[in-house]
């Protein structure tokens, strides 16, 4: 794995008909290191996803990947250096799980390649990553939508990339999964550089595992830099409508959020 590759948007305009969902956006993934996004519902985290990843091309603007627009790369060619999960992705009625774990060795097969040895390799070490091991012979449609979601992850983890792209990877998971499945992610960056973009909703958690902070408001780029430098009382209000106190994480030392409801008022003792 290597942490050079460099993935940047670059006056990206996105939309679906006639409607513009992000706008004249300028932002740079940095290489080796977990980038958040975070942002309202519909404030454009999945579009800008889907168009970093190929799957929506921009109306006006480009996504560049080590210096090459990612809409004029072969589509395998991409997939060997970059890996998405999607938000809510389908799979084949009846498919296994580890038929579909598999499916993220594709990119690595060729006219003249055959399954090998690195591809068992690759599948067994993310079905145990994922603690997904022991589901392996069942249907993904028989599982619980925890399970299904483990599943997808051992599917992007099985393709090897160096950049990993995750829309809300922790949907369905409790809350001990959920802290499994970043520390997962934190622990692949770490050991092996690989350079992980993910949308999350939760705020805290956002700021408890990104390197860096990406806020969209309205299809726009509010803030981007550190947790601290980002998720502050003003940019919650702007982002979200909502005010909030941010204190220090005492276990993290990252910034908290702690909401202000209409029912409730901040101690000043916080």
Sequence with gaps: MTTSHTLAAENLTLGYGDRVVVA?????????????????????????????????????????????EVHRRPAKELA?????????????????VLDLVGRGRHPHQGIFSRWNENDDAAVASALEATRTADLADRAVDELSG?????????????????????DEPTTFLDVTHQIEVLDLLTDLNRTRGTTIVMVLHDLNLAARYADHLIAL???RLHAAGTPAGVLTEESVRAVFGLDSRIIEDPLSGRPLMLPIGRHHTASADI
Excluded: F, H, Y
């Design 80 to 96: 060997r250096t970059l890996g998405l999960l999607p938000q809510s992705p389908l799979a084949p009625e009846g498919i296994t």
């Design 217 to 219: 408001a309205g299809g």
């Design 24 to 68: 004249d956006l300028d932002l740079t993934v940095p290489p080796g290191a977990i980038t958040v996004i975070v942002g309202a519902n519909a404030c454009g985290k999945s579009t800008l996803l889907r168009s970093m990843s190929r799957l929506l091309a921009p109306r006006e603007g480009r996504v560049v990947l080590d210096g090459k």
């Design 146 to 166: 925890g399970q299904r979601q483990r599943v997808w992850i051992a599917m992007v983890l099985a393709q090897q990339t160096d950049l990993l792209l995750l």
